[in-house]
């Protein structure tokens, strides 16, 4: 703005028709609606659930929690568990039903030597190569009912590392 020149307030006209003034108003909770339904957060997934239910599950039996979703480049992590002095990497599987199988069945050979590594990286980023370790699967089945009740099934040393290196000897 040049000096020495006021700017113009922008010129507002009242609304006179009633009709208008319900187009504006409509339209103002209109977009109140958006905002609030906007901010609400999202509703956890049933894989969310599942391993929150397990956390819940392995701390009620007195491990305690170092990491929640660690992840690294070959893959996650879903909970990283202390039990006494070793550490437990927990891959945690959640299904509506059995229908197409128990949900532990999905730890493949693939998913299982993605878990090795990343656990790998975390026990290398930690300094902690020669910590005892192992890994668990909890496998739990969460009908979609509102009253359904979950069914935990926990597989302590589910798999063993396979590869080579130190942390495969």
Known sequence: MPHGRQAKSPRIRPITSVGLWLDVV???????????????????SLGERGERLAEEYLIKKGWRLIARQFRAAPGEIDL?????ETVVFVEVKTRASSRYG????????????????????????????????????????????????????????????????????
Request: hydrophobic share 35%; net charge negative; proline share 9%.
């Open 80 to 84: 990283i568990m202390e039990e006494g």
């Open 26 to 44: 409509g339209e103002l909770a209109r977009k109140l609606q958006r905002l609030i339904f906007r901010s609400s957060p999202p509703k956890p």
């Open 102 to 169: 128990s949900p532990f069945e999905a730890v493949d050979e693939v998913k299982q030597r993605h878990i090795v590594q990343t656990a790998l990286c975390y026990l290398k980023q930690r300094g902690q190569l020669e910590r005892r370790s192992r890994f668990d699967i909890v496998s739990i089945i969460w009908p979609d009912e509102d009253d359904g009740q979950p069914t935990i099934e926990h597989f302590p040393d589910a798999f063993q590392p396979t590869g080579q290196g130190q942390f495969f000897s």
